[in-house]
């Protein structure tokens, strides 16, 4: 199949937007008051996910996957997904009814909160390459940046966590971005772990953090792949002492040198899921 | 090197951004009064170029032509460029120089069009892969769409043609997209062939094309690659008679089947460079 004939499998879709798939470029008209945020993020056979042998996930997993990178991210901003573009190269082994699943597992997704498919390309790989460009908008000046967090402020986690292996299918947590904007002072995901996310918060606020307790692990997860593991998509997040927060305390932000992090006052090392320096991992 | 380490070298710049680099997202704080375009491309090597054997090109060069697809869709639409995020997928080849090329080449290109990075994401496969988005602007609702031919319009191409063999730099028609915006009818690039993006743009406005003239060829092309090679990055557009416009007069547009194509009174077959069909030609 040609390009055209394959694109023309995913259903089409224009909410929100001036112009959709089928020009040389989408057209979004923002909203007066509103800024726009911007993530893309990869999703690699044999990096990322397994499509074939053990430890292998079906098409519409992988699709799934692949919009949740995006969306969580879009989270962790406090931003509504609005619109996306999906890059997506085939490799020799795919079929239609893969490409078929892949899109119905990532359209699914999308379409759960309102993010509209605008655009993409097609190529081909010797292994399927995935790259999704997620766009949010948040009311002018409320976006939740990680460079906020504050000495005395108490520090969130959205849920438990423990890694991709064990919540095979993480759910964006768009419904707690919604509820922390405006009232959190600093947010992120957590893509590559409990310890190391923290740690980047911390070093782009210039403060310390202390863990008062063990974080929620995920039901079958150690505490070690909750602190290190990655692809939680969890968020976490600071607010003010005294403001009524969802989600689970894990401990306080303080005054020291900036990225260092304690669990029950013990050092915790920033080690965590680094795409780029783990091939042999997943 | 890891992910971190590797995108310390590529410098840092915020022009027109509220938060660039290094949160979960970017963020970007629409004017009034402008619509924003989006678009994507791949760039793959062995697909797109070749980086090592027969034909290879440098990383500058490779940079350079990654980010130069991406700008020629924004012309296309009429748009001025405004941010673009790039995803880098590395192959075991590479090496640190090699990116540090690659970047300099593509953000060499996009600085001259003041389009500044604002995010992306790293990663590695057994060739390299890079996914460039683009985002543009426009006045409201003065974008250059592929659907606005009228019958009786003239139809231009704004240089010569011949594919990327006889013009491995293609320069972005951004200067043109500047001139031509709020007088053509409709517009974009000649990424696939004259004959196949002209037969979509007559397709798209639902009329037909009478060329009068053969186009224009690349010093050392031949008419066939000026009608059917890929990746010549000049914007084919029209515009009402007696409206003064830049570039070469090729024809008319004119009542017909819709995507019909005629050149000095023969029909012109609308094959092109279909990236997926041809994983022969480089």
Redesign the interface.
């Known amino acids: 199949?040609?390009?055209?004939s394959?694109l023309a499998r995913v259903p089409a879709s224009r909410r929100g937007l001036?112009?959709g798939i089928?020009?040389?470029?989408?057209?979004?008209?923002?909203k007066?008051d509103?800024?726009?945020?911007?993530?893309?993020?990869?999703f690699?056979e044999n990096?990322?996910f397994r499509a074939r042998g053990p430890g292998a996930i079906s098409a519409e997993q992988a699709g799934y996957r692949a919009m949740a990178r995006s969306l969580s991210?879009?989270a962790?901003?406090g931003?509504r997904p609005r619109?996306c573009?999906v890059?997506l190269?085939l490799a020799p082994w795919t079929t239609v009814r893969w490409f078929d699943g892949f899109y119905r597992g990532l359209l699914g997704l999308a379409d759960r909160y309102g993010c509209t498919l605008?655009?993409?390309?097609?190529?081909?790989?010797?292994?399927v390459?995935c790259?999704v460009?997620v766009?949010?908008s948040?009311p002018?000046g409320k976006?939740l940046?990680?460079?906020g967090a504050r000495v005395g402020d108490v520090l969130y986690v959205s849920g438990s966590l423990g890694g991709w292996r064990h919540r095979p299918m993480p759910v964006p947590r768009l419904d707690v971005a919604r509820k922390i904007l405006g009232r959190a002072t600093a947010a992120?995901?957590v893509s590559d772990g409990l310890a190391l996310d923290l740690h980047r918060m911390c070093l782009?606020s210039g403060v310390a953090a202390r863990l008062d307790v063990t974080p929620p692990v995920l039901r079958g997860a150690t505490l070690e792949e909750a602190l290190h593991a990655g692809e939680d998509y969890e968020l976490l997040y600071t607010a003010p002492k005294g403001v009524r927060m969802p989600g689970h305390r894990l401990g306080t932000i303080e005054k020291g040198p900036p990225g260092r992090i304690t669990l029950l006052g013990k050092p915790l090392s920033p080690h965590g899921y680094?795409?780029?320096?783990s091939?042999a991992r997943s």
Chains 1, 2 share one sequence.
């Open positions: 199949m040609n390009e055209a394959l001036v112009l089928g020009d040389d470029a989408a057209i979004y008209r923002p007066a509103e800024d726009l945020t911007f993530t893309t993020d990869l690699i990096v990322h991210d879009a962790a901003m931003a619109f573009l890059s190269s605008a655009g993409g390309d097609l190529s081909h790989t010797p292994q390459v790259d460009m766009c949010g948040v002018k976006a940046r990680r460079d992120m995901d782009a680094d795409h780029f320096e091939r």
